[in-house]
């Protein structure tokens, strides 16, 4: 079953044909934290072995009782798999509006570049759920209900960590042995679908032709079809994946808008619960509220409600 909220307007054909960006999104971190009388911020804790210096950041609600268990959300940076943090305009907003709507919030970083060959990056991703799982009664999760949620790369990595919850060919081997990286949906910003179909587009966001991946992402995740096709969450797509949230700008210049629609045409083929916003003038980049979280500049609707409920709704079941 699936359901398909289609907010798309179509796009007038242009002529001018540009070379496909394939830089980052934006990547500016903001610190300190905002505050909030509704939110308890806690910077900078480790998750991962004690060699690895990457850390989460915590949003969490103030306003719980005791013995309380929330819902939680592991949220994914973007960047290009290279650069980005898990303290940039966007990932605070996110982390600061879930944890004022009940939910805790966990922002990581990740290894990046080359020092983040797949599947390392993934299996980051991987014990950032992991490590909410193990904590969970110090942290009052509920560990039956935790969500991801990324933008980018990081909406790419959030769909790999949900299909291919506790594969062992991706599963990392610590500092979680036994604990299972399974959630209960998952929520992808703009994110990467198939390696191998990236393309360029021309300056107003429509798809044109197939771009072949640039050197850095190649250092990444490989350079033969096959890798790609490993490194793909299209490839991992059956009935039972967790329900998907899909949002994406017609306006994005940086991951082509095919990428969403070739997502939502396999988890359709497959049977699998969806959900697709298409946002007609957004960009790359934008968050529940802005189409620049940096500067603030409005987006063309507040999308946080939608997300808000499908989180409650799939976290629920």
């Known amino acids: 079953m699936f359901s398909l909220l289609t ?13 496909f960006p394939l830089q980052a999104e934006e990547n500016t971190s903001i610190s300190p934290f905002a505050s909030s009388p509704q939110v ?18 915590f949003y969490l609600p103030k306003s719980r009782k005791a013995g309380e268990k929330s819902p939680a959300v592991l949220l994914i940076h973007g960047g290009g798999w290279k650069e980005g943090d898990k303290r940039q305009a966007r990932e605070i907003e996110f982390g600061m509006t879930l944890a004022k709507n009940g939910f805790v919030a966990a922002s990581i970083n990740y290894a990046l570049r080359s020092d983040g060959k797949f599947p390392l990056n993934l299996q980051d991703c991987k014990n950032g759920v992991r490590y909410l ?15 991801v949620m990324g933008g980018s790369a990081g909406g790419h990595l959030a769909l790999l960590v949900a299909y291919t ?6 599963a990392p081997s610590q500092p979680y042995p ?4 399974k959630v209960s949906s998952v929520v992808d910003f703009y994110g990467i679908s198939n390696l191998a179909t990236r393309k360029e587009t021309d300056p107003n966001g429509k798809p044109l032709k197939i771009e072949p991946l640039d050197s850095t992402t190649q250092s990444i995740f490989g350079s033969t079809p096959q890798d790609w096709k ?12 967790p329900p998907t949230l899909i949002l994406h700008g017609k306006k994005d210049t940086t991951v082509d808008s095919d990428q969403s629609q070739e997502l939502a045409d396999t988890l359709k ?10 946002l007609p003038n957004a960009p790359h980049s934008f968050s529940f509220q802005y189409a620049v979280p940096k500067s603030k500049k409005p987006l063309e609707k507040d999308i946080g409600p939608a997300v808000l409920s499908f989180l409650k709704k799939y976290q629920n079941k």
């Open 7 to 19: 907010l798309a307007l179509a796009l007038p054909v242009l002529l001018l044909h540009v070379s």
């Open 40 to 57: 308890e911020v806690r910077g900078d804790i480790s998750f991962l072995t004690s060699a690895r210096t990457e850390k989460l950041d």
């Open 133 to 147: 799982r193990a904590h969970a009664d110090e942290l009052g999760i509920d560990p039956n209900r935790i969500s």
């Open 165 to 170: 919850a506790d594969q062992s060919n991706l």
């Open 178 to 181: 036994g604990v299972s990286d």
């Open 230 to 241: 490993k490194a793909s969450p299209v490839t991992y797509v059956k009935r039972d994946v």
């Open 269 to 278: 083929k497959a049977g699998a619960t969806y959900e697709i916003i298409w």
